[in-house]
């Protein structure tokens, strides 16, 4: 699979590289937050909120809004599923990493084929936006063996408890938690503990890409 960089022109209908100074955040993100063989989320983290970052992010990023910053670290190749919200995500690595990427309007009849994937480079230090209409998930290696420690900043409750509802159409049975809408591949996890699944076509991984 080819990997481009979130600097090619590639990038551009997924999202954009951000130019704040956020030194403070991949240190507490590099010093504080655990690397695990699988890999772990956490939607809010003090260690990394806690920083001058978190100002910045959240007045000028987020224009006001209030956010949250926690973090997804470990090992991963692999795409499994594809999640997406009602706002942009920030991705700010300790590490390079790599984000598998597609397009909200690439879903037909409630079903996306992997074949549309696209893999992004991101350095360490980038702050990346990631646009409401690009479906991702878990942030993946950037070398064989390596793991990786990526900052995620989302609007505040963003993957808290899914709100109680009644569904009105197809998409509001993807929920999976608060302003997050989940398609797993059948292989998945996700799938297994019953997400809805939306992935067609191979459950992509990178592990000979990289």
Known sequence: MK?????DPEFKPYGKVLGYDVNGLVKALDDST???DGVEYVMSCAALEYTDAFGVLQNNA????????GYCNG??????????????????GSTDFI?????????VDGK????????????????????ETSLHYAPCSAAKGEGFKVAIVLP???????????PFNEEDKWMTACNKWLLAHEESAEAKDGAYVGLTGENIDI????
């Open 75 to 92: 090992h991963n190749t692999k795409l499994n599923c594809l999640e997406y919200h009602r706002d942009s995500e920030l991705n700010i």
């Open 34 to 36: 655990p690397l695990p």
């Open 3 to 7: 990997i481009y960089s979130v600097n």
């Open 62 to 69: 987020y224009g006001g809004m209030p956010i949250q910053i």
């Open 207 to 210: 592990s000979a890409d990289i």
């Open 112 to 131: 996306l084929d992997t074949s549309k994937v696209k893999a992004f480079l991101a350095k360490k230090g980038q702050v990346v936006e990631v646009y």
């Open 156 to 166: 505040k409750g963003t993957n808290g408890a899914v709100p109680s509802l009644t």
């Open 99 to 107: 984000l598998l990427l597609a397009k909200a309007d690439d879903i």
